[in-house]
C-alpha cells in the first residue's frame, strides 16, 4: 500500500512528531523554535486542511504553528487557538476554569489523531526526483491534489463520530474534519522519496454543536480502499499532464501487480530499494528460524510452512530489525543534485536514459495508448472484482470496503493512467453486489445494520478450485520440507547455510484470485454472443495483457513441432504480442491455456449447482432492460439485470 496509518497519542508519541516528523524526520536542535528547525532542514512548513477548519477559525493552507500543534494534538484535543481563547477569556473576567473550558473541543482523549502517510509509486517519485522543475511540479500538484480528494472521501462516507451509551449513535462530521500536512523528501537510507505526513484529528463537530471523537477504527478498516483511490488518482494527474501511462508490474511473484509509469527502468526502483533489499535478507532467515524451530520436546513449534499471515508479521519484524537511524535532513536542491549522480554511478542506467527519462517514459507510453483503449465495462469489472475479493477473504466473506478498493484496483489497471469519471467504482461495486454477492449478515447490533459493515458473499462456489504450488527445481528429501502442514518436518541435511533451500510457503491468495477471475470471465464470454460483450472483453484483456495469458505464437524455428492440445484462443492477440514486443515492462502471470480449461470445467459444475440457489434471490419482478451506450474517449457500458427465467447469466 501507499497509504500507511498509525495511531498519534498524547504523550511520548506526540513529543516523538513534534521532534522528528515535523522537521523532514530529521533531528530537530534542542531549543529551536519549529519554523526555525523547518528551514534549517529544508522542508516546507506545515499546512492545515479539511473542511473542518472553518468552525474553528482557521483556513485551508495557512501555517501550522508549534502551539497550535500543542493544543490539538498533545494537550488530549484541545482548540489550536486555544491559548488565544483562554487569554481572551480571562480578560473577560472569566474564572482560570471556565476560560480553561472554553478551549477545550469536548471531552479530552488520550488517542488525538491518527497519522497518514502518503506516498506515491517508485516511478512517479523517481520522475519527481531525476526530472526538471516542470516535471517536479507537476508532480508535487498531482500529489497534493490526491490527497485534498481521499480526505473528502474520508469525510464523506468513512469518518464517523459515536457518542451516547457505547457509542450506540453514529453521525457524519457535518463540517468535516481537521488535519496538519507534512512534506518530506527523502527515506531514512537517503534515497529519494517524496511523502506527505497528514495528522488528522480526531476532534469532529456533529450537528447539535457538540465536539466528538472520530471512530479511529473505522479509519484503519478503510486504509486499503484509501490507499487504492489515492494511488489512481495521483498516477491518472500525472500521466495526463506529462503525456504518460502505467502497466502493471510484478514486483513479488505470485503477488498483485503494481501499476508503475511504463519506460522507468526497473534498475531505477532497485536503486531505491536499499531498505527493500535488506529487508527480503532479514526476512529469509526469519522465515528459515520460523520453520525449524522447536520447542523443549523436539518438537516443530510453528506449522513447517509460511502462511501470508505469519510472513506479513515477520515481515514487520525484519522491518523494525534493519530500521536505520534517521539522518538529518537537507535541502531538495541539495538533493536532487546528489541523486542523479548517485543514480548516474550506481543505478546501472546509461545516462542518456537517466537525463531523458520523462521522454522515454512518454515513447512507452505512445505504443500503449496506441493499441489500449480505455474501455470500462461495469458489468465485466463487476465480475472481476466480485470473484477476487471472494477468493482474497478467508471464507469467501467480505464487505463493502473490500470490493471499492477492489473496484478502484481495477480501473487503475484498465485506464493506464486515463482520468475516469467520477463514482465509477461505486458503480462497479453496486453491480457486483446486486448481481453477484448475497448479503449473509446476522446483525446483532446497531453497527451489524449499517451498510458498510453488512456481510457479503458470492453467488458462486470456487471451493473446489484448487491453489497451485510452486515445485523446487532440484527436489531433495533430505533438504526439502514437507508441503502438507500436517506432516511432520522431514530430516534436513546438516551444514547448509540459510537461503541454500527453499522455505515453503502456502500458495497466496493472489494466485487463486487470479485463477477464480478467470474462469468467471471465460465463462462469461463464452455466454456471450460475439458483439458488444466479447469486444468489451477484447478490449479489456488488451488493456490488461497478462490476465488471460494465451498459448504463445510458435517461433519460426518450432514451426516443425506439433501444436500442444489446449483451448482455441478466445481473442485476437495482436495487440498483445505487439505489447509485449514494445520497450514497455509487463511481467508475465504464469497462467497457461491448459490450466483454463480445467478450471473451467471445475467452474462449470460448480456454476450448474448455483444457478438454482440464485434464483431464489432474484426479484421476479426484474426485467431485463438495456441501458444507453455512452460513447466518448472513456466508453462505459452499464450492466443489464438478469432475466428472471434464465438465472443471472441471462444478463451477463
Partial sequence: ???????????????????????????RPARTQMRAAQEQAGVPAGRWMGRGLAALGLASGEEVTEAQLRNLFGERGRHPDADRIEADRLAAGDSPKKAYRAGALGRRVMVTGVDFVFRPQPTIYLLWALGDEETRRVIEAAHEYAIVRVLEWIEDEVAVIRYGRDGIYRVRPPG?????????????????LLHDHVLLSVKGQRLDGKWGSVHTLALHENTVAASA???????????????????????????????????????LIRWTARRGDQIAACLTELEHEYVTAVDDDGEPR?????????????NQIAARK??????????????????????????GVAVDVITSLLEYARAAAAAIRARVAAVVDIALAAVDVAATVFVMNDGGRFHRRHLLAEARRHLALVLRGRR???????????????T?????????????????????????????????????????????????????????????????????????QYERAVLAGAVVREKLRTTVVRGRGYDVARHQQAAM?????????????????????????????????????????????????????????????????????????????????????????QRAHRPQQPDRHRGPEAGR
Fill in 436 to 508: 453477484y454477492c448475497l448479503d449473509v449478515s446476522e446483525p446483532k447490533t446497531v453497527r451489524g445494520l449499517e451498510a458498510g459493515y453488512r456481510l457479503y458473499t458470492t453467488r458462486w462456489s470456487l471451493s473446489d478450485l484448487t491453489a497451485r504450488r510452486r515445485t523446487p527445481a532440484v527436489p531433495d528429501p533430505d533438504r526439502q520440507p514437507p508441503a502438507d502442514p500436517g506432516e511432520p518436518a522431514a530430516p534436513r541435511s546438516p551444514g547448509p547455510d540459510t537461503g541454500e533451500w527453499e522455505v515453503p510457503r502456502i500458495p497466496l
Fill in 420 to 434: 475516469r469519471d467520477p463514482g465509477l467504482d461505486e458503480e462497479i461495486v453496486a453491480a457486483a453486489i446486486s
Fill in 229 to 267: 483511490l489515492y494511488n489512481e488518482l495521483v498516477a491518472a494527474e500525472v500521466c495526463e499532464e506529462l503525456g504518460l501511462a502505467t502497466e502493471p508490474r510484478t514486483v513479488t511473484p505470485g503477488r498483485r501487480p503494481v501499476m508503475e509509469i511504463a519506460g522507468v527502468p526497473h534498475e
Fill in 302 to 314: 510453528f506449522l513447517p510452512v509460511v502462511s501470508e499471515r505469519a510472513r506479513a508479521k515477520l
Fill in 322 to 347: 534493519t530500521r536505520p537511524p534517521k539522518q538529518s535532513a537537507r535541502p531538495l536542491a541539495q538533493l536532487r543534485a546528489w541523486w542523479k549522480t548517485s543514480a548516474i554511478l550506481a543505478s
Fill in 176 to 192: 468535516g474534519l481537521v488535519a496538519a500536512r507534512f512534506r518530506h523528501y527523502e527515506a531514512r537510507s537517503g534515497r529519494p
Fill in 1 to 27: 500500500m501507499t497509504v500507511d496509518i498509525r495511531v498519534v497519542r498524547a504523550g511520548q508519541m506526540y513529543r516523538y512528531y513534534l521532534r522528528q516528523t515535523v522537521v523532514g524526520d530529521g533531528r
Fill in 545 to 633: 495483457p497478462e490476465q488471460l495469458l494465451a498459448p504463445p505464437a510458435v517461433e519460426p524455428e518450432d514451426d516443425d513441432q506439433e501444436p500442444e492440445a489446449g483451448v482455441e484462443e478466445a481473442i485476437d492477440l495482436t495487440a498483445l504480442r505487439a505489447l509485449k514486443a514494445s520497450r514497455t515492462d509487463v511481467e508475465a502471470l504464469d497462467f497457461t491455456a491448459e490450466q483454463l480449461r480445467r478450471a473451467t470445467e471445475v467452474f462449470t459444475k460448480a456454476g450448474d449447482e448455483a444457478a438454482a440457489r440464485t434464483k431464489k434471490y432474484t426479484d421476479p419482478q426484474d426485467t431485463p432492460a438495456p441501458h444507453p451506450v455512452r460513447e466518448d474517449d
